[in-house]
Nanobody, 116 residues
């Protein structure tokens, strides 16, 4: 059974930085495409960034481009999201996603709150 465990959420002021981590268990991590999604209060869940199984390809939502960086370390079975220049509108629960051949797995999601 694939298990995804996120860490790194918290409360930050606008302009701050934060790194989220997602550790994967029970799978061959390097076979999975990975992604970060987020869901703000009373909004739909949205894709933030995705990364290919090898890490060679990444995609970002326009709202986070040039501020967030997705990466992965297949030797550590871990994916990261470096978030810089955080804005209040980045406040959301951030979910780790692992996908392979139409199957999707989700973490429980740390809350990131950006507020002065």
């Amino acid at each position: 059974q694939v298990q995804l465990v996120e860490s790194g959420g918290g409360l930050l002021q606008p302009g701050g930085s934060l790194r989220l981590s997602c550790a994967a268990y029970g799978c061959t991590f390097s076979n999975y495409g990975m992604a970060w999604y987020r869901q703000a209060p009373e909004k739909e869940r949205e894709l933030v960034a995705r990364i290919s199984s090898t890490g060679g390809r990444t995609n970002y939502a326009d709202s986070v481009k040039d501020r967030f960086t997705i990466s992965r370390d297949n030797a550590k079975n871990t994916m990261y999201l470096q978030m810089n220049s955080l804005k209040p509108e980045d406040t959301a629960v951030y979910y780790c996603n692992a996908g392979i051949r139409g199957l999707n797995y989700w973490g429980k999601g740390p809350l990131v709150t950006v507020s002065s």
